[in-house]
């Protein structure tokens, strides 16, 4: 029975969105239930073409990916895939119409990853829009089931916070991305020179998109805005962190959110939530 195959791709997307990222799967479970599945298929997706250009050492990546990308496409249009992760979001995006552009995208993001890229302001731009920018798109289309009026006014936004999101993992991931990865994302930054200026002028640039993104999320369905807003609470207490970490720091560890902050997070988010104080 297709069903029960089905049933395991479920799970199969969800044990990855919880195996890959606690904070995110503790996100979603303040979706109201009817979003979970779709977004762990979303995030179960996107996760696994990432593992391909950032962990698969020793092996093709290129061939890996491609072949991925093509098993997507045929997955999407034959509405079944033997991967389970791939059946799940087949089934994501037959049942909430999201665009093959938006998926595309994101592939030719992970794409660039295998290249050695100069990042100027139009790739910078180009790479931030398909790795983290339709992601949230995706997401959108979850929540807005169908009505593409709300869709369209909610779609910058949208983006913003994505691309907030995505900038503030980059600074982040300085240490990793430039010296294990030999990859450098922000245009006409030497990294081996990241000094306080460098830093705030990104800064500056991620306090816009959050601005932005938080006015989104005030008109998000009820069903999804607290678990969108408790990832932009999240991310914006990272970000703070950074902007008090010095530079230097920065490219010596990774930064980090303990737990006990995160469910202190929760706890002050679902007061702020329930009074309507977003």
């Given at each position: 029975?297709?069903d029960?195959f089905?049933?395991i791709s479920?799970k199969s997307?969800?044990?990855?969105?919880?195996?890959?990222s606690?904070?995110f799967s503790l996100?979603?479970?303040f979706f109201?239930?009817?979003?979970?599945?779709?977004i762990y298929?979303?995030?179960?997706f996107?996760r696994f073409?990432?593992?391909?250009?950032d962990?698969?050492h020793?092996?093709?990546k290129?061939k890996?990916l491609?072949r991925?990308?093509d098993?997507?496409?045929l997955?999407?249009d034959?509405k079944?895939?033997?991967?389970p992760?791939?059946?799940n979001f087949q089934?994501?995006?037959?049942?909430?119409?999201?665009?093959w552009e938006?998926?595309?995208?994101?592939?030719?993001?992970m794409?660039?990853?295998?290249?050695?890229?100069?990042?100027?302001?139009?790739?910078?731009e180009?790479y931030?829009?398909?790795?983290a920018e339709?992601v949230?798109?995706?997401c959108?289309?979850?929540?807005?089931?169908?009505?593409?009026?709300?869709?369209?006014?909610l779609k910058?936004?949208a983006?913003?916070?994505?691309?907030?999101f995505?900038?503030?993992?980059f600074?982040?991931d300085?240490?990793a991305d430039y010296?294990d990865l030999?990859?450098s994302?922000?245009?006409?930054?030497?990294?081996?020179?990241?000094?306080?200026?460098?830093k705030?002028?990104?800064?500056?640039?991620?306090a816009?998109d959050?601005a932005?993104?938080?006015?989104?999320i005030r008109?998000?369905?009820?069903?999804?805005?607290?678990?969108?807003?408790m990832?932009?609470v999240?991310?914006?207490?990272?970000?703070l962190?950074?902007?008090?970490?010095?530079?230097n720091q920065i490219?010596q560890?990774?930064?980090?959110?303990?737990?006990?902050?995160?469910y202190k997070?929760?706890?002050t988010?679902?007061l702020?939530?329930?009074?309507?104080?977003?």
């Open positions: 029975m297709k029960l089905d049933m479920k997307s969800k044990l990855a969105t919880v195996t890959y606690t904070s996100g979603i479970r109201s239930r009817r979003f979970h599945d779709p298929a979303i995030y179960g996107v073409a990432d593992e391909i250009v962990s698969f020793g092996f093709d290129a890996l491609a991925f990308k098993d997507t496409r997955a999407i034959e079944i895939s033997l991967n992760i791939l059946n089934w994501a995006v037959n049942k909430y119409n999201i665009e938006l998926i595309e995208k994101f592939l030719n993001s794409e660039m990853d295998l290249r050695d890229i100069h990042y100027d302001q139009p790739a910078f180009e931030i829009l398909g790795s339709v949230g798109l995706m959108l289309r979850v929540f807005c089931e169908g009505d593409d009026e709300k869709y369209q006014r910058g936004p983006m913003r916070l994505g691309s907030a995505q900038k503030i993992n600074l982040r300085l240490k010296k030999g990859r994302y922000f245009p006409g930054v030497d990294l081996s020179k990241f000094n306080e200026e460098t705030k002028k990104i800064e500056d640039d991620i816009i959050f932005d993104g938080l006015e989104g008109n998000l369905p009820k069903g999804a805005r607290f678990g969108v807003y990832a932009y999240y991310f914006h207490k990272l970000f962190k950074i902007r008090s970490t010095r530079s490219m560890e990774r930064i980090r959110i303990p737990n006990r902050t995160k997070l929760l706890f988010s679902y702020r939530h329930q009074f309507n104080l977003l």
